[in-house]
């Protein structure tokens, strides 16, 4: 088999596999609106929450030392107030902008993904758990 009809096969399966899951979850959502909005809505508040409060969220992280340093070599855990939470964030945005990393505003964004991917997973558990009983 060449290269050519690997790729076209596996891009034909990974099409087949997105329109299956495309289809159960459409069945999912017809099935089960209110648990699917119950998902959604917290996913979106907790998301939202992640976000507004990031800075605080990731100077909780930076003063346990799990996070390094700086690029100027000061260990993020010995700051305090905003240094510490801008270090924090920066340090979780793959470092400062000038030493090439996403900075503060990517650290935000992984903080608030994070907030959102928990919420999400936390209230389909829940549906879940309800389904179950139900």
């Known amino acids: 088999m060449s290269f050519f009809n690997s ?3 596996f891009v034909g399966d990974t099409a087949k596999a997105v329109v299956d899951l495309s289809a159960t979850t459409v069945n999912i959502v017809k099935e089960h609106p209110g648990k699917v909005a119950l998902v959604c809505v917290t996913t979106v508040v907790t998301g939202g929450a992640a976000a507004a409060f990031a800075a605080p ?3 909780a992280i930076g003063t346990t030392g799990a996070l390094g340093a700086t690029a100027s070599g000061t260990v993020i855990s010995t700051l305090k107030g905003a240094a510490l ?3 924090s964030l920066a340090a979780l945005g793959g470092g400062a902008v000038a ?3 996403g900075g503060m505003a990517a650290g935000a964004t992984v903080v608030a993904t994070t ?3 928990l919420g ?3 209230s389909a558990g829940v549906a879940i758990g309800i389904a179950k009983k139900n």
Do not use: C, H, N, R
């Open 7 to 9: 790729v076209f096969d």
């Open 99 to 101: 030493a090439g990393g």
């Open 57 to 59: 969220i990731a100077a």
């Open 120 to 122: 999400a997973t936390a």
């Open 115 to 117: 907030g959102a991917a």
């Open 85 to 87: 939470a801008k270090a």
